[in-house]
């Protein structure tokens, strides 16, 4: 796949950049060699417990390929990494790194620094915090730094990411966009994001910022999209073949858009409010989780088998 640098298109311009997926039918489609091999992806909602018991953390550091306890902890996003820093090392050290690279990188010039590719080299866990997802994206697009955190993932590192580190994992994400009432044409822009993550459109602290609107015109912009509302201190993890698992204490919502039926939203001018019929919510807790090819929900039961298999 090719990634652009374009930086405020439509969701719909968005949309038309990325070939649909053929259908599975009721079988999946073999894993390769690679795919069964590559790390997990872990989407967190901000706000995760950093000095008491770590629940969210401790899984992402667990994760880790074995024999290898680095952390490369990346504060690029953050306007304050001096003080975000720290907490992370902190927390990484009580769970048990061995090493804990604390990556600031602020330009593109250190995104292609040869000494920071080696730490992402050396790293089975690779941490994005918090801030603007679009200084993501604006520093790391197209460098070899962020080559060499793809090939770890592919080589069975966890690439975990929290707020606007979260936001900015898949190929499509949100870098803005009104809480209050975003269910309107428009309203919502997007970007290329990072390009870890298919078929989901990822947005962070969720509940307490009231965002449902916002992966609403999401969803009526390109049905096929799976939109995931990540409360603060909750998390998803990705699993091989797009299997989602919630962790955490706090809330994960799905907006499902793929069956529906019918919108106004090609026929409105910009600003307009969008209608919607046939929008799927689905609220997930920690153990519970989703198939997002089958688009069928799986209950701690179901999700353990299925994981086991």
Not at 90 to 116: T, V, Y
Not at 174 to 197: C, E, P, Q, S, W
Not at 260 to 277: F, H, Q, Y
Request: some cysteine; aromatic content about 6%; hydrophobic content about 45%.
């Amino acid at each position: 796949m090719r990634f652009l640098s374009f930086t405020d298109l439509t969701c719909t311009e968005i949309a038309s950049a990325f070939p649909l997926k053929a259908s599975l039918g009721d079988e999946r489609m073999m894993t390769s060699e690679l795919s069964a091999r590559h790390g997990h992806i872990v989407a967190i909602g901000g706000a995760e417990d950093k000095t008491s018991q770590l629940e969210i953390l401790k899984r992402v550091f667990e994760l880790a390929p074995e024999g290898n306890t680095d952390v490369a902890v990346i504060a690029t996003a953050s306007s304050i990494p001096d003080q975000v820093l720290p907490a992370y090392e902190a927390a990484f050290e009580r769970l048990g790194a061995s090493r804990i690279h604390k990556l600031d990188i602020q330009d593109r010039r250190q995104a292609s620094d040869p000494d920071n590719v080696e730490l992402i080299d050396q790293s089975g866990v690779i941490f994005f915090t918090g801030g603007d997802q679009l200084r993501l994206t604006n520093v790391f697009g197209g460098s070899t730094v962020l080559t060499a955190i793809r090939e770890r993932w592919l080589s069975g590192a966890v690439v975990a990411g929290t707020s606007a580190g979260a936001a900015a994992m898949p190929g499509t994400m949100i870098y803005n966009g009104a809480a209050t009432d975003a269910l309107r044409k428009g309203a919502v822009n997007m970007t290329f994001g990072l390009g870890l993550v298919e078929g989901l459109i990822i947005d962070s602290h969720f509940l307490e910022r009231g965002r449902f609107t916002r992966l609403m015109e999401v969803g009526a912009t390109n049905p096929e999209h799976l939109g995931v509302g990540l409360g603060e201190d909750a998390a998803v993890i990705i699993h091989q073949e797009q299997i989602l698992e919630a962790i955490g204490p706090g809330h994960v919502i799905l907006i499902d858009s793929r069956d529906l039926a019918s919108s106004n939203i090609a026929d409105l001018r910009m600003g307009e409010a969008v209608a919607v019929e046939n929008m799927i919510l689905h609220a997930m807790v920690s153990g519970h989780g989703f198939d997002v090819e089958a688009r069928r929900y799986l209950t701690p039961s179901e999700l353990k088998a299925l994981l086991e298999n």
